[in-house]
């Protein structure tokens, strides 16, 4: 295959490769990630509540993950504007997991604790949260921002 060929097929699949999945190394904490809710649970003593949505539980539903600042906050255009801190991070296996602790929301008296587990090679996402006699669980996606910011 001559170099005009084999530059004009990198050229076509360029498109391909820019939106694939993530590779491993891009949840390294090199560059901050952007996160997306896609489902949330509910779950107290008496029923689990299936789509919940999660603004009304203090959790954006668009959220920027900032390793620099150890934080995790919504995107501009969120109704949520809490900022959370990032406690511990962990990389095991396949899988980025954060942790943490929080107050829990303005008016109540119940912290939580959380964890979020990113599957490095695909982005997929599970948080889970628990306070007082309450449960959370939200499944969702967490690409990397280029350029870190």
Same mark, same amino acid.
Do not use: Q
């Given at each position: 295959?001559?170099?005009?060929?084999?530059?004009?097929?990198?050229?076509?699949?360029? =498109?391909?490769?820019?939106?694939? *999945?993530?590779?491993?190394?891009?949840?390294?904490?090199? &560059?901050? +990630?952007? !996160? %997306?809710? @896609?489902?949330?649970?509910?779950?107290?003593?008496?029923?689990?509540?299936?789509?919940?949505? =999660?603004?009304?539980?203090?959790? *954006?539903?668009?959220?920027?993950?900032?390793?620099?600042? &150890?934080? +995790?906050? !919504? %995107?501009? @255009?969120?109704?949520?504007?809490?900022?959370?801190?990032?406690?511990?991070?962990?990389?095991?296996?396949?899988?980025?997991?954060?942790?943490?602790?929080?107050?829990?929301?303005?008016?109540?008296?119940?912290?939580? !604790?959380?964890?979020?587990?990113?599957?490095?090679?695909?982005?997929?996402?599970?948080?889970?949260?628990?306070?007082?006699?309450?449960?959370?669980?939200?499944?969702?996606?967490?690409?990397?921002?280029?350029?870190?910011?």
């Amino acid at each position: 295959m001559n170099n005009r060929k084999r530059l004009l097929l990198f050229l076509l699949s360029l =498109p391909v490769l820019m939106t694939g *999945p993530a590779f491993s190394g891009d949840f390294d904490g090199s &560059n901050a +990630l952007t !996160g %997306t809710v @896609d489902r949330l649970i509910e779950i107290n003593r008496l029923r689990v509540i299936e789509g919940v949505d =999660p603004d009304t539980v203090g959790l *954006p539903e668009k959220f920027i993950i900032d390793f620099r600042e &150890n934080t +995790l906050r !919504g %995107t501009p @255009d969120s109704l949520v504007r809490r900022v959370v801190r990032i406690k511990r991070i962990e990389h095991i296996e396949d899988k980025l997991i954060l942790l943490g602790a929080d107050e829990g929301m303005a008016g109540t008296s119940s912290g939580l !604790g959380w964890s979020l587990s990113i599957e490095k090679p695909s982005g997929r996402a599970v948080l889970s949260a628990a306070g007082s006699g309450i449960a959370y669980v939200a499944f969702g996606t967490c690409m990397p921002i280029r350029g870190g910011k």
